[in-house]
């Protein structure tokens, strides 16, 4: 299988490994078969294609790049290396740059954009991933590394070089080796590297325009907006030329209020007129306000916070002393700063409570060490192959000792008369489980993460629908 290529001198500068059986499903996602080696020619040299390993346990694909160093010269790019000889004598062949990104794009098209033709149901599915990239210049370290990728829900491994492993005394390069993992769909990974590779090298070999900030928008469009990283990404991605970061920062800005708004007005006008008669939201913020309080928690995460409901009864408790509230949306944190009144509270209450703009679908060292969280009516909202990611970044990274979390109980929806059989309580919701389905999903998440968890009714019960909502109390275990 093409073993030999990798030590021809060429740098095999990126290798992807898939480790859930049956592992080779990576070849059809890829586009690239397992059984043989395929070379592509690419305006500055070649990339190959081949796999290192190929078994239904462990599948490992290696993206390989000969990059001419004439034909650089020759074209109309410029290297940033100073010098005489920087345009003959330089790291680009060696080192994981944009060379490898347009690569990417090039060779894995079809998975970058989530397309597998023979298989589209594996294309949006979550799969254990390792993506290792062997050099990798990096202006800013292990520690800007981190800052990237780990919001984005990876695990990072980074081995950093020495400028010449017999000259000790002449420290550490900026030159490091790299491998991170997650439980994410292949188009994802690719397109982060696609982006992520450029930014922590800070160059990129060809003019930068309009044309960049495009690509920016459509590669970053579903996680760029909430990265706490998002205006470096930004300015380095576009070569420090500030008006395209700043044309890029406000189509994203715009294109993700746009339609966060639009799911806001359907909650407010759809879930609400079906429940509001039963008073199932004010049942709701009782019953998990309970559910904590119970806990014993003080410091307290709302996650998913909307515009503000539950945020305002954990204001009113005087047990809560520290609340965050948490959402993707900026139109929803902006409501509920006014319905909080942040901006009149006495400085006591309102050193109580605080609202951050971000998304359940990246890791975030921001929702570290708090008591509990509550997810209230959120899950609902995410496309069932995005609840891996969800799981990993609640239970995993944010690790709250209680975890109060609630969602509609579909064998109640029978009960609304204005709701049309088999349709959800609104068009956002990508899903709606029965009561079955709810506690298999959080026993099995309990158990994979170490928490117990007991079911608790929400709203008036019916005996043979249960009640209009259904919410499930973790509790992390010793």
């Known amino acids: 299988m093409c073993h030999n290529i990798s030590h021809q001198g060429f740098p095999v500068l990126l290798t992807i490994t898939n480790t859930k059986p049956p592992a080779t499903d990576l070849g059809y996602l890829l586009h690239k078969s397992p059984a043989r080696c395929q070379t592509f020619t690419l305006s500055y040299g070649k990339a190959h294609v081949f796999y290192e390993e190929s078994s239904p346990e462990r599948c490992t694909a290696v993206l390989l790049l000969d990059i001419d160093p004439v034909a650089l010269v020759r074209g109309r790019r410029r290297t940033t290396v100073e010098g005489p000889l920087g345009q003959y004598v330089n790291d680009r062949p060696y080192v994981a740059s944009s060379f490898l990104s347009v ?38 370290g292990e520690q800007l590394l981190r800052r990237l990728f780990e919001p984005l829900g990876y695990t990072l491994t980074a081995r950093r070089h020495m400028l010449d492993e017999e000259f000790p005394h002449w420290g550490e390069s900026r030159y490091l080796s790299v491998e991170i993992s997650a ?175 971000g998304s359940l679908m990246y890791r975030d060292r921001r929702l570290a060490g708090y008591d509990a969280a509550a997810v209230v009516e959120v899950i609902e909202h995410l496309d069932p192959p995005r609840l891996g990611a969800f799981e990993s970044v609640l239970f995993e990274f944010a690790r709250p000792a209680t975890i109060a979390l609630t969602t509609p109980n579909a064998e109640y929806n029978a009960k609304f008369q204005d709701l049309p059989a088999g349709r959800f309580r609104h068009k956002d919701h990508r899903f709606e489980w029965t009561r079955r389905e709810f506690q298999s999903w959080a026993q099995q998440v309990a158990e994979r993460h170490g928490y117990s968890v007991r079911f608790a009714p929400v709203g008036p019960e019916e005996a043979t629908a249960g009640a209009p909502t259904q919410m499930a109390i973790f509790s992390r275990q010793p």
């Open 183 to 357: 439980s994410v769909r292949l188009c994802d990974l690719l397109t982060h590297l696609y982006v992520l590779i450029p930014v922590l090298d800070d160059d990129k070999h060809y003019w930068v325009g309009e044309a960049e900030v495009d690509k920016l928008i459509r590669r970053g469009a579903e996680w760029l907006p909430v990265h706490p990283e998002r205006e470096l990404i930004a300015n380095r991605y576009l070569k420090h030329q500030r008006s395209l970061a700043r044309e890029a920062l406000a189509r994203l800005a715009d294109e993700g209020s746009w339609d966060e708004g639009v799911v806001e007005e359907v909650r407010a006008s759809e879930e609400a007129s079906l429940e509001d008669r039963m008073r199932v939201n004010e049942a709701r913020i009782d019953a998990v306000t309970a559910a904590l309080k119970q806990s014993g928690a003080r410091r307290v995460l709302d996650l998913g916070c909307g515009e503000g409901r539950l945020l305002r009864a954990l204001l009113e408790d005087p047990a809560f002393t520290e609340i965050v509230g948490m959402d993707v949306s900026c139109r929803s944190l902006e409501i509920a700063a006014e319905r909080l009144h942040l901006d009149r509270l006495p400085p006591r209450q309102k050193e109580r409570v605080r609202l951050i703009q």
């Open 103 to 140: 690569a990417i794009a090039r060779v894995f098209g079809s998975a970058l954009a989530g397309r597998s033709d023979e298989r589209p149901e594996l294309a949006q599915m979550p799969l254990p991933l390792q993506a290792r990239l062997t050099v990798v210049p990096c202006r800013g």
